[in-house]
């Protein structure tokens, strides 16, 4: 087995556990930006600061103003020092058409997914713009 599969498959668990810190009971998504072998950002489905840990409401609909776990991890670097040109983005889902949006925007070249989202639209705009997105089932070893 070569380097990247093995190294993809690290970093799709470490995203897996990532996922445990959200509040949402629907899904819980995790995502990890790793650029030159080092996470630079992560993230995770859930509220913005500052709001309630509570993703859903009582007929267990998800709230518009969710953030998803790309999104999360995009936005919290442009709060740091780093950036994610040319970077890999692992998620435990595949991202959606917004979130590809951002992964686009954000100069993110290759994305590692385990689930595949109920549409993928987001999978072919990654792939229309040139990144290279690879499915990578998570296993728990």
């Given at each position: 087995?070569?380097?990247?599969k093995?190294?993809d498959?690290?970093?799709?668990?470490?995203?897996?556990?990532?996922?445990?810190?959200?509040?949402?009971?629907?899904?819980?998504?995790?995502?990890?930006?790793?650029?030159?072998?080092?996470?630079?950002?992560?993230?995770?489905?859930?509220?913005?600061?500052?709001?309630?840990?509570?993703?859903e409401?009582d007929?267990?609909?998800?709230?518009?103003?969710?953030?998803?776990?790309?999104?999360?991890?995009?936005?919290?670097?442009?709060?740091?020092?780093?950036?994610?040109?040319?970077?890999?983005?692992?998620?435990?889902?595949?991202?959606?058409?917004?979130?590809?949006?951002?992964i686009?925007?954000?100069?993110?070249?290759?994305?590692?997914?385990?689930?595949?989202?109920?549409?993928?639209?987001?999978?072919?705009?990654l792939?229309?713009?040139?990144i290279?997105?690879v499915?990578?089932?998570?296993?728990?070893?």
């Open positions: 087995m070569d380097k990247q093995i190294l498959g690290r970093y799709m668990r470490m995203a897996a556990i990532w996922a445990e810190n959200s509040y949402c009971k629907r899904r819980q998504v995790g995502a990890l930006v790793v650029k030159d072998n080092r996470i630079i950002s992560d993230g995770y489905n859930g509220t913005p600061s500052g709001f309630e840990n509570i993703c409401d007929s267990n609909v998800t709230y518009p103003y969710v953030l998803h776990a790309e999104a999360n991890a995009i936005t919290k670097l442009a709060r740091s020092h780093n950036n994610s040109d040319k970077a890999t983005l692992y998620v435990t889902d595949s991202p959606c058409i917004e979130c590809a949006k951002l686009i925007q954000a100069g993110i070249k290759r994305v590692v997914y385990g689930r595949d989202y109920r549409l993928s639209d987001g999978i072919d705009l792939r229309r713009a040139g290279e997105v499915k990578n089932e998570i296993n728990e070893e």
